[in-house]
């Protein structure tokens, strides 16, 4: 360990170099100084001598540690790494008697945790004279005494050591008297007085001079006192001590009035010569502890016993006859340390708060335990005990540190109350707590959650722009701004446009608004996908997505496929006269863009030619005969067909139907008053002599064909039925044709065999493969009673259905 001089007022003291075992890889370094040094005072640089970086002291959080009880005496410039004087130094105060007066401190740095131990030599100067106990020395000696005798005197005090401590004593010139001075063991100067001159009490009762204790400061300094002596009859026998040196071992905390010794001394003489009287005489004012019964010599406690304060102790203690003759002897006082100071935690570093990402094995703090008692009251165990993840790791002397044992997760705990147990190995242990306060700091760890898989919106067609579809929520368990959720729709298409110019999404709520209206008819539904944003760094998202459903409304009328007009042509359907009851003779079809009930279409006849004679199916559209047609029927049957759907309010559309009864097309020609009705242009009845041209030329092909046909079958099946041929291509693509689903049955299948038409006019003659209808291609016959004949053996066949042709499903 090596010692730094260092000079004070004007004194130049030099002090050798010590050195001494170093403790493990950090090095100890000391200093002597003398004391009374002003405050502010620089006892050395530490920085320097211990090769540390003076730039990063203060980031190190570099200090001075004491122990607890212990003013603080000394610190450190952080800025310079000067080792500073920060409060008196008195030599006297700190160590009274001990030869050596020695701070020990400890220089504290973190980042890593790293101790250094410095000690502070305390020098002592002259700045304490030589005290006497009494302002007076009051001596009785009978003129008897023989020349030579010696007296005891008492001694003086300084509370300075070694040079600066008493050196000498010096008497007054008198004419009886000198002075002799004796050095003790440890250097302790013994003055007495020794008699060179007889005494005579008739001559002179009382002698009185001045007796001076030097001591070896420079400059020197001197105490005096009084020395009177009474001149009295002869007393030849002093008191004798039993021991020249009592011991006595005393615990500390003792109670007042313990009894610690028992001092006794004897005297040869009888009556009043004999009479012993016993007096402390105190060597330091730390010293007035005890107490010394002056009759019995039982000395007692008198005040508190603290071994951390005082240790031990020793003590002048005379014995005076009745006539002056004195004796003295020393009393030794060992105080043994009683397991009476509990260990004191100091928590000096804590990292407040602590971020929750912090690897296990972290440093959050730094803790130091004391404990004033010494040996093994002093050995000091610390613990924590509740279930929390940290623990403490034995460091440096009494150091520990406070590290990690695991992940933190400030959503799980975001503050911890860590307590701190310290028991010492006394008997009984006696032990301390302290609680620790350790906040834990959010880290953006956790991304926005939905509250839902997956969210479903429905939104009625043709709903306001701006209108609220439906809310999505998200929950981010981190804090403030890490916690904070803002939504945002992902890029994408819908039907081929952005999927910002049909939604939008409040940023800060969630709620999803509608930009634009909806139509059921374009498209029913469509999703998106939401992303929840934080605003952590770096933020963290989730995606989740949301169904729109687009739910109908009746905002579409029935469209009427058939009979369909173009201009102002019109459709005749050719109605056999020999029809019975129930035949279909033709069908209306519509369609409704609409969905559901808002697509379910009825058919009703609001007016026709002749009401008895024809029905339309509620649901198919198909057009029947309710009887047998008659020769008294008109030949012209016209019906007005309004088709509704089933919405509310319901729609509809209305279409009319030219049926012609009729077995020969020689008949046609009166369609021209018809036709008439409908339009005066002279063209339609040139039209209609062209049309009867060519379908009569059909008709004989159609007839070859059917009579070579009808040869070779024995059982022909004779169907009939007038309902219209509608290509496939003839549909609009967005109209279902699933049975059940769509507004067209799949059950009517028609093929066209011949069209004719005009300007004014069209006939079709189609077939279905409806067992109830009749065919179109066995509708016109050479004669009626050929076409009964057919129907009859039709209606007859057990293989009637044998050439129907499914409908495709």
């Given at each position: 360990m090596g010692?730094?001089?260092?000079?004070?007022?004007g004194?130049?003291?030099?002090?050798s170099i010590?050195?001494s075992?170093?403790?493990s890889?950090?090095?100890?370094?000391?200093?002597?100084?003398?004391e009374e040094?002003?405050?502010?005072?620089?006892?050395?640089n530490i920085a320097k001598?211990?090769?540390?970086?003076?730039s990063?002291?203060?980031?190190?959080?570099?200090?001075?540690?004491?122990?607890?009880?212990?003013?603080?005496?000394c610190?450190?410039?952080?800025s310079?790494?000067?080792?500073?004087?920060?409060a008196?130094?008195d030599?006297?105060?700190?160590c009274?008697?001990?030869?050596?007066?020695v701070?020990?401190?400890?220089?504290?740095l973190?980042?890593p945790?790293e101790?250094?131990?410095?000690?502070v030599h305390?020098?002592?100067i002259?700045?304490?004279?030589?005290?006497?106990?009494?302002?007076?020395?009051?001596?009785e000696?009978?003129?008897s005494t023989?020349?030579g005798?010696?007296?005891?005197?008492d001694?003086a005090?300084d509370?300075d050591?070694?040079?600066?401590?008493?050196k000498g004593?010096?008497?007054?010139?008198?004419?009886h008297?000198?002075?002799?001075?004796?050095?003790?063991?440890g250097?302790?100067?013994?003055?007495?007085?020794?008699?060179?001159?007889?005494?005579?009490?008739?001559?002179?009762?009382?002698?009185?001079?001045?007796?001076?204790?030097?001591?070896?400061?420079?400059?020197q300094?001197s105490?005096?006192?009084l020395v009177?002596?009474t001149?009295?009859?002869?007393?030849?026998n002093?008191?004798?001590?039993?021991?020249?040196?009592y011991?006595a071992?005393l615990?500390?905390?003792?109670?007042?009035d313990?009894?610690?010794?028992?001092?006794?001394?004897t005297?040869?003489?009888e009556?009043?010569?004999?009479?012993?009287?016993y007096?402390l005489?105190?060597?330091s004012?730390d010293s007035?502890?005890?107490?010394?019964?002056?009759?019995?010599?039982?000395?007692?406690v008198?005040?508190?016993?603290?071994?951390?304060?005082?240790?031990?102790?020793?003590i002048?203690?005379?014995?005076?006859d009745g006539l002056?003759?004195?004796?003295?002897?020393?009393?030794m006082i060992?105080?043994?340390?009683v397991?009476?100071?509990q260990p004191v935690?100091?928590?000096k570093?804590?990292?407040d708060?602590?971020?929750?990402?912090?690897?296990?094995?972290t440093?959050?703090?730094i803790i130091?335990?004391q404990?004033?008692?010494?040996?093994?009251?002093?050995q000091?165990r610390?613990?924590?005990?509740?279930?929390?993840?940290?623990?403490l790791?034995?460091s440096?002397?009494?150091?520990y540190?406070l590290?990690t044992?695991?992940?933190?997760?400030r959503?799980?705990?975001s503050?911890?109350n860590?307590?701190?147990?310290?028991?010492?190995?006394?008997?009984?242990?006696?032990?301390?707590?302290?609680?620790?306060?350790?906040?834990v700091?959010?880290?953006n760890?956790?991304?926005?959650?939905?509250e839902?898989q997956s969210?479903s919106a429905?939104?009625?067609?043709?709903?306001?722009?701006?209108?609220t579809l439906?809310?999505?929520?998200a929950?981010?368990?981190d804090?403030?701004q890490?916690?904070?959720?803002?939504?945002?729709?992902?890029?994408g298409?819908?039907?081929?446009?952005?999927?910002s110019?049909?939604?939008?999404?409040n940023?800060d709520?969630g709620v999803?608004?509608?930009?634009?209206?909806?139509?059921?008819?374009?498209?029913?539904?469509?999703?998106v996908?939401?992303?929840?944003?934080d605003?952590?760094?770096?933020?963290l998202?989730?995606?989740?997505?949301?169904s729109?459903?687009?739910?109908?409304?009746?905002d579409?009328?029935?469209?009427?496929?058939?009979?369909a007009?173009e201009g102002?042509?019109?459709?005749?359907?050719?109605?056999?006269?020999?029809a019975?009851?129930?035949?279909v003779?033709?069908?209306?079809i519509?369609?409704?863009?609409?969905?559901g009930?808002n697509?379910?279409?009825?058919?009703?006849?609001?007016?026709s030619?002749?009401?008895g004679?024809?029905?339309?199916g509620?649901?198919?559209g198909e057009?029947?005969?309710?009887?047998?047609?008659?020769?008294?029927?008109?030949?012209?049957?016209?019906?007005i067909?309004?088709?509704?759907?089933?919405?509310?309010?319901s729609?509809s559309?209305?279409?009319?139907?030219?049926?012609?009864?009729?077995?020969n097309l020689?008949e046609?020609?009166?369609l021209?008053?018809?036709?008439?009705?409908e339009?005066?242009?002279k063209?339609?009845?040139?039209?209609i002599?062209?049309?009867v041209?060519v379908?009569?030329?059909f008709?004989?092909?159609?007839?070859v064909?059917l009579?070579?046909?009808?040869c070779?079958?024995?059982k022909p099946r004779l169907?009939f039925?007038?309902?219209?041929?509608?290509?496939s291509a003839y549909?609009p693509?967005?109209?279902?044709?699933?049975d059940?689903t769509?507004?067209?049955?799949?059950?009517y299948?028609?093929?066209a065999?011949?069209?004719?038409?005009?300007r004014?006019?069209?006939?079709?003659?189609?077939r279905?493969?409806?067992?109830?209808?009749?065919?179109?291609?066995?509708?016109?016959?050479?004669?009626?009673?050929?076409?009964a004949?057919?129907?009859?053996e039709?209606?007859g066949?057990p293989?009637?259905?044998?050439?129907?042709?499914?409908p495709?499903?």
């Open positions: 010692y730094k001089g260092f000079p004070f007022a004194l130049a003291v030099s002090f010590i050195l075992t170093l403790y890889v950090y090095g100890d370094i000391g200093y002597s100084i003398p040094m002003k405050e502010g005072s620089v006892i050395g001598d211990l090769g540390l970086d003076v990063r002291l203060s980031a190190r959080k570099a200090r001075i540690d004491t122990d607890g009880k212990r003013k603080r005496y610190d450190i410039n952080l310079t790494g000067d080792l500073i004087v920060a008196r130094l030599r006297e105060a700190l009274g008697k001990k030869p050596s007066c701070l020990k401190l400890e220089l504290v973190e980042n945790l101790l250094h131990r410095i000690t305390i020098q002592d002259n700045d304490n004279a030589p005290v006497f106990n009494k302002e007076k020395i009051k001596m000696i009978r003129e023989d020349k005798a010696r007296f005891s005197l001694e005090h509370a050591i070694g040079e600066n401590g008493i004593y010096n008497l007054q010139s008198n004419d008297f000198v002075l002799n001075v004796d050095t003790e063991t250097g302790r100067k013994h003055c007495e007085l020794v008699l060179e001159k007889e005494l005579d009490r008739e001559d002179e009762q009382e002698i009185s001079f001045l007796l001076t204790a030097l001591d070896g400061g420079s400059p300094r105490g005096t006192v009177q002596v001149v009295l009859d002869a007393n030849d002093a008191p004798v001590f039993g021991q020249a040196v011991k071992n615990p500390e905390n003792s109670p007042l313990t009894i610690v010794v028992t001092v006794s001394a005297d040869a003489d009556g009043v010569n004999g009479e012993v009287r007096e005489h105190h060597v004012e007035n502890v005890f107490s010394l019964d002056e009759k019995t010599g039982e000395v007692k008198n005040g508190p016993i603290d071994y951390e304060e005082e240790s031990s102790y020793e002048r203690i005379s014995v005076t002056g003759l004195a004796s003295y002897s020393t009393l060992d105080i043994t340390d397991n009476d100071n935690i100091y928590l570093s804590l990292n708060p602590i971020q929750e990402n912090v690897s296990p094995g440093e959050v703090g130091n335990v404990d004033a008692d010494s040996e093994n009251n002093r000091v610390c613990s924590i005990q509740q279930n929390v993840p940290f623990k790791v034995p440096i002397k009494n150091y540190s590290v044992t695991g992940q933190l997760d959503e799980l705990v503050d911890y860590i307590t701190i147990t310290a028991t010492d190995e006394g008997s009984p242990p006696l032990s301390s707590s302290k609680s620790v306060q350790l906040s700091a959010d880290v760890d956790n991304p926005p959650v939905f839902e969210y429905h939104v009625t067609e043709n709903n306001k722009p701006g209108s439906c809310s999505v929520t929950r981010d368990p804090w403030r890490n916690g904070t959720v803002i939504y945002s729709l992902l890029s298409e819908v039907n081929g446009a952005p999927v110019s049909y939604l939008s999404v940023g709520t999803i608004h509608a930009v634009r209206s909806f139509d059921y008819e374009q498209f029913r539904s469509f999703k996908q939401v992303m929840a944003r605003n952590g760094s770096p933020p998202s989730n995606n989740v997505t949301v729109v459903f687009i739910t109908d409304v009746n579409n009328s029935p469209q009427i496929l058939y009979p007009p102002n042509s019109f459709m005749t359907e050719l109605v056999p006269k020999a019975h009851g129930g035949s003779v033709s069908k209306v519509a369609v409704d863009a609409d969905s009930q697509a379910w279409l009825s058919y009703h006849i609001v007016k030619t002749d009401p004679l024809f029905n339309i509620l649901h198919s057009i029947r005969t309710q009887r047998d047609i008659s020769e008294s029927d008109s030949m012209k049957q016209n019906l067909v309004a088709v509704k759907d089933n919405g509310q309010p729609l559309a209305t279409c009319a139907m030219y049926l012609l009864i009729s077995d020689a046609v020609p009166e021209k008053d018809m036709s008439h009705d339009s005066n242009s063209l339609t009845s040139y039209l002599i062209a049309l041209s379908s009569t030329f008709l004989t092909f159609i007839i064909i009579g070579v046909r009808f070779r079958r024995r169907l039925d007038g309902a219209v041929a509608i290509p549909l693509p967005n109209y279902a044709e699933v059940g769509g507004t067209l049955r799949s059950t299948n028609y093929d065999y011949l069209t004719t038409g005009s004014t006019s069209d006939f079709k003659f189609v279905s493969y409806n067992d109830n209808t009749l065919p179109a291609d066995q509708t016109l016959r050479k004669s009626p009673t050929d076409f004949d057919v129907l009859q039709s209606e066949s293989e009637g259905c044998s050439q129907c042709r499914c495709p499903s």
